[in-house]
């Protein structure tokens, strides 16, 4: 039989469920207000990276685990510096990309590592005559006629070597960030000026990408005090390992100090952290190149900021502990 509840029952029955929704809504606001605020209390910040805590445009935090850059792509896996190995570590979820950057004969800045062109692409074949296949003796047509990929494997046969340009602008379209480095500089006078210039062309100097999605690296301190002149907003990093004394120097004109990780310790990175940048940010350490996960680990717990690597979705699982 069914009997209609009291008045006072209903009452009872709908005050309780009231409760119960505004209970719930209060838990679901304090978590949203947490993952709003980045990480919780303990978690180490990494203020200096662009996008990073404390940097205009902050993404959120990472749990503390170091960035992790594509050395020349993801180069384990692709033909190194090609647009097939950008794709690749867009492929694996890896935002940052690193490349390194030469002049042609003719002026144009290409994507290659070496010096030559021997190693990396037929060069020796299609031109036989012009050893010793430099980079800059060659022009960006020339060049453009090169197979980029085949020495990798055949499945990449026919990958080209990019103009800066081509390479700004996958990136673009992948969404992916860079770590450029300008490289040879002596080689090539006034290649910062041309950099700074493919940059502004392809739009990579507005605020959104210069604070959140570029950073620019040599080996050559006055390449980076150049840079640092020619557009003081953005940010640099120096590639080497200076002397704890000689660090102070370097902050007056570079974000970032990148060196190779076997030459660091737990004491020299948190000297590089004591120092602060020309943009006011705590100088930051990016230890390269790094494809074993164990040492991934004990550079992750050496405090680095970033680890650059040829391997880059075995080192983000390793620090990342997946």
């Not at 296949?133 to 980029?148: K, P």
């Not at 860079?178 to 940059?199: F, M």
């Not at 060196?259 to 737990?266: L, T, V």
């Amino acid at each position: 039989m069914y009997v209609r509840p009291s008045r006072r029952s209903l009452s009872l029955a709908a005050a309780t469920a009231l409760l119960g929704l505004a209970l719930t809504l209060a838990g679901a606001t304090a978590s949203l207000a947490r993952s709003s605020s980045g990480p919780a209390a303990g978690t180490p910040a990494r203020p200096g990276l662009p996008g990073a805590p404390g940097a205009p445009g902050a993404l959120p935090a990472r749990l503390g685990a170091p960035t992790v850059f594509a050395h020349r792509g993801a180069s384990a896996y692709a033909p190194e510096n090609t647009l097939a190995a950008v794709d690749h570590a867009d492929g694996l979820g890896i935002e940052w990309v690193e490349n390194d950057v030469q002049r042609t004969r003719d002026g144009e800045l290409v994507v290659v590592h070496d010096e030559t062109l021997a190693r990396t692409t037929d060069a020796e074949q299609v031109f036989p005559d012009r050893s010793p296949w430099r980079v800059a003796d060659f022009t960006a047509a020339e060049i453009a006629r090169l197979d980029a990929g085949s020495w990798f494997g055949a499945g990449f046969a026919g990958a080209r070597v990019p103009t800066l340009r081509e390479y700004l602008d996958r990136l673009e379209l992948n969404g992916q960030r860079l770590l450029l480095e300008i490289k040879l500089p002596a080689l090539y006078p006034g290649i910062e000026q041309d950099t700074v210039r493919v940059l502004e062309e392809a739009g990579w100097l507005d605020r959104r990408h210069v604070t959140r999605r570029l950073v620019v690296q040599s080996f050559a301190a006055d390449s980076i005090r150049t840079v640092h002149a020619l557009r003081p907003d953005l940010t640099t990093a120096f590639l080497g390992t200076p002397a704890v004394a000689e660090l102070p120097a370097y902050a007056a004109f570079t974000d970032r100090i990148n060196p190779w990780y076997g030459g660091i310790s737990a004491e020299w990175v948190a000297a590089v952290h004591d120092l602060t940048g020309p943009h006011g940010r705590r100088l930051e350490v990016d230890a390269w190149t790094v494809d074993n996960a164990d040492v991934a680990v004990r550079m992750a717990d050496l405090g680095v900021d970033g680890i650059i690597t040829n391997r880059p979705d075995r080192i983000r699982d390793a620090v990342t502990g997946r």
